[in-house]
């Protein structure tokens, strides 16, 4: 996959983000008219469990990760990831700062161990939009472990296993889930 190849699918994957947050709250799509549905759910709404842009970014960065590894075997994924968790360090200080500024100090920064959750990005209460932080930081820091792991495995056996594992859960949580 070339450099264009792989920003037109990022493309894709950002058109599948704001398709998912248009349309996976019944509130938004009620504002709409829609012409097929299952049951009583528009079709526009099951759709949304289709469109899961983290994962395809996820494996996005992790084709791109792998392919510079590939090529410069002493790739430095902690260097991106300090630079990558010292943005996120800025932008959090801001808006709990903010945050403790116009709510108080009641909710901001909270106890010790919250503002420990929240540094790390184990759990974001303070923002829980930046929830894929800590998967993709354990994604990198283990990504050579994976990636000699996959040259390893017959590509076909790797890939077909993990989209029976993906249909799997996919199905199981639509299902199943909330």
Do not use: Q
């Amino acid at each position: 996959m070339t450099k264009d190849e792989s920003l037109i699918l990022k493309g894709v994957a950002i058109l599948l983000m704001l398709f998912l947050h248009l349309f996976n709250n019944m509130a938004n799509v009620n504002l709409c008219t829609t012409f097929l549905s299952i049951g009583d759910i528009p079709l526009v709404h099951i759709l949304t469990r289709a469109a899961n842009p983290v994962s395809f970014f996820l494996i996005l960065s992790g084709y791109g990760i792998y392919i510079v590894v590939k090529k410069n075997p002493n790739y430095n994924v902690l260097g991106k990831l300090r630079n990558l968790y010292i943005h996120y360090w800025i932008s959090l200080a801001i808006f709990v700062g903010i945050g403790a500024w116009l709510v108080g100090t009641s909710r901001y920064p909270g106890s010790l161990y919250i503002v420990v959750e929240n540094f790390t990005a184990w759990y974001t209460s303070w923002n829980g939009e930046i929830w894929f932080l800590f998967p993709y930081m354990l994604l990198a820091l283990s990504a050579k472990w994976i990636f000699k792991v996959i040259d390893r495995v017959n590509p076909y056996f790797y890939f077909g296993t993990t989209l029976a594992i993906s249909l799997t859960m996919g199905f199981c949580i639509s299902r199943y889930g909330d």
